[in-house]
């Protein structure tokens, strides 16, 4: 079956980088996107095609996508930023989405 | 303003059958392939089924073909997902999302409606 490895979590003090990565073979090849996900609420939608991102989305958040491993960047962490994030892909081969298994970033 | 609302969820016993809603509004319904995603209690999102913009293509997550139907009514702009046989491992938050293409991103979501499933 297709699989998204994240890494479960992620820690950061306030001010630094956090890099989340999503990995697969070949992941590259696919149009893959970033949710964020706080508590209590829906997914909201933060990278969307590896590196855009939607309207009312800071310029913090960024995304790349080669070889097999995407990676979602939040640079300037703030507090706000605490949340679970995950990946997803198309999988044209069974048409069936995929999330990753999601990554929760602590903000220190 | 562009919305997704899900209804119907609540407490059922297993084997028992339910249905929820997802009523859309603020687009235009027939131009998006829209999902439904679940979210067990503390656990991550899994993909559930998918219905196309016209309604010709369903597809389902393996974990409940079989059991659950897609489907969507143009005239009330809203999806169902009609579940049947349900086993308590089908506890979870239950989302529909849109995408207006294959690869695309899910750019809305409902709010969610949980469904638990026990005796």
């Known amino acids: 079956s297709y699989v998204l490895t994240q890494p479960p979590s992620v820690s950061v003090a306030p001010g630094q980088t956090a890099t989340i990565t999503c990995g697969r073979n070949?992941?590259?090849?696919?149009?893959l996107h970033w949710y964020q996900q706080k508590p209590g609420q829906a997914p909201v939608l933060v990278v969307n095609d590896e590196s855009d991102r939607p309207s009312g989305i800071p310029e913090r958040f960024s995304g790349s996508n080669s070889g097999n491993t995407a990676t979602l960047t939040i640079s300037r962490v703030e507090a706000g930023d605490e949340a679970d994030y995950y990946c997803q892909v198309w999988d044209s081969s069974s048409d069936h989405v995929v999330f990753g298994g999601g990554t929760k970033l602590t903000v220190l | 303003q562009v919305h997704l609302v899900e209804s119907g969820g609540g407490v059922v016993q297993p084997g028992r059958s339910l249905r929820l809603s997802c009523a859309a509004s603020?687009?235009?319904?027939?131009?998006?392939?829209i999902h439904w995603v679940r979210q067990a209690p503390g656990k991550g999102l899994e993909w559930v089924a998918v219905?196309?913009?016209?309604?010709?293509?369903?597809y389902y997550a393996d974990s409940v073909k079989g059991r659950f139907t897609i489907s969507r009514d143009y005239s009330k702009n809203t999806l169902y997902l009609q579940m049947n046989t349900l086993r308590s491992e089908d506890t979870a938050v239950y989302y529909c999302a849109r995408v207006l293409g294959p690869d695309d991103a899910f750019d809305i979501w409902g709010q969610g409606t949980m469904v638990t499933v026990s005796s």
């Open positions: 070949n992941i590259g090849s696919k149009s």
């Open positions: 603020g687009f235009t319904f027939s131009s998006y392939v």
């Open positions: 219905i196309s913009y016209d309604g010709t293509n369903k």
